[in-house]
DNA sequence: ATCTATTTCGAGTGATCACTCGAATTTGAT
DNA sequence: ATCAAATTCGAGTGATCACTCGAAATAGAT
């Protein structure tokens, strides 16, 4: 079926088109991080990748599109990054702890987050069912720590899964603006201890 | 030393700037508060209030100045509403359930948040010291009740002054985004709660 | 070597941006 | 009535925006 020796490369060239959309995709990250999405240009993101403005187009045709494609990968990555091995409040506290190395991520996260409230924004329905499935998923591992016994019944997972995520969201932001501050590892820590002693 | 009879004005009218401003200011708050600061125009202000744009520049030279004019007066606005009689979790209760009956402040809030974290903004040394003031201000409270015995000594109010803001900017968000979904009082109560509860 | 699809870009397009300038109008104290 | 200050605006200014168009360069399969 595949008569190239690439991947996904279909035809003539196509091979370095990977590359390019990757190396465009990390630009924009870094100037949306920045900027946020509404100030953040296309001619800001060609600058970065040295490349013209026009050539860029090639690859994303509209704002909106690159924009999702950062959003895109950026969910590839933390897939990938996360340990299955560690357990639940473990996972968090880790997870938490690496992003502190990589402030451009939180910062990207914080700025369209809060821009996504906006009329017409294109990444409204991203956040939205993000937190949909947030909240779900949390919500069905605490539920599984319930039947272990290692979390209260009295608990309800509902309520501990929309404020653990907020929690969480809440002290990035603080943490951005100042960071020598704000612990977020440990007032996550703090919160997950006082969830699981709970009676 | 004052002749006019009105309170600031100074020499000829004067007397009509002082609405005409807050007026202003109401404008620019619902078109920020929709748009974000850098989506949102002088040009979209003005036609909102039933001016020209060159009219807005003689009240407010520059957009930045529109913008602090807008959070100043969301401070003021905010501080008269506090009720003073009510405790401290009770108020914080009491407060957000208030909240939900003007979105257009909230929505504010969160995107002038998320936006004042990059390059900058105009809003980033108002969002810096007021968290500032808000964890430090929180803190202090706790104190008090912990000196009263109404809450925990091995509580770190540090910690959970950090927290309680986090949590609540972070479930004000959540709802934004999903209102049917999101109970923000019900998270805070649980938290509180679950604070005051601690051995 | 040829040919076709991909990649790249220069040169615009109209729109909108914050902001300037200078003049007209309005206003209120005198 | 007079006059100066306060208020309002029309007409720009240059910059930047996302995006279009058409053509040149490039590269890979044959």
Same sequence: chains 1, 2.
Avoid at 68 to 79: F, G, K
Avoid at 91 to 117: H, K, W
Avoid at 119 to 139: I, V
Avoid at 141 to 152: I, K, T
Wanted: include cysteine; aromatic fraction near 8%.
């Amino acid at each position: 079926m595949a008569t190239s020796s690439s991947p996904a490369a279909r035809r003539g060239p196509g091979a370095k088109s990977a590359e390019r959309r990757r190396s465009i995709v990390d630009a924009a990250h870094a100037v949306f991080a920045e900027r946020g999405y509404n100030a953040g240009s296309f001619q800001a993101v060609a600058d970065r990748v040295g490349m013209s403005q026009t050539g860029l187009l090639h690859y994303f045709p509209t704002k909106s599109d690159l924009l999702l494609a950062v959003l895109q990968r950026r969910d590839e990555v933390s897939n990938a990054a996360t340990d299955p091995s560690a357990g639940f409040a473990e996972s968090v506290l880790l997870t938490a702890q690496a992003n502190e190395r990589i402030p451009g991520v939180i910062q990207l996260y914080a700025v369209l987050c809060g821009e996504s409230t906006t009329a017409d924004h294109p990444a409204r329905a991203y956040f939205t069912t993000r937190f949909e499935r947030l909240r779900a998923g949390t919500a069905d591992e605490l539920r599984a720590l319930q039947r272990e016994g290692v979390l209260s019944r009295h608990v309800d997972v509902t309520i501990a899964a929309a404020s653990l995520a907020a929690l969480w969201d809440g002290l990035q932001l603080q943490w951005l603006l100042a960071p020598e501050e704000v612990d977020v590892v440990a007032c996550l820590r703090d919160y997950l201890d006082a969830l699981f002693a709970r009676p």
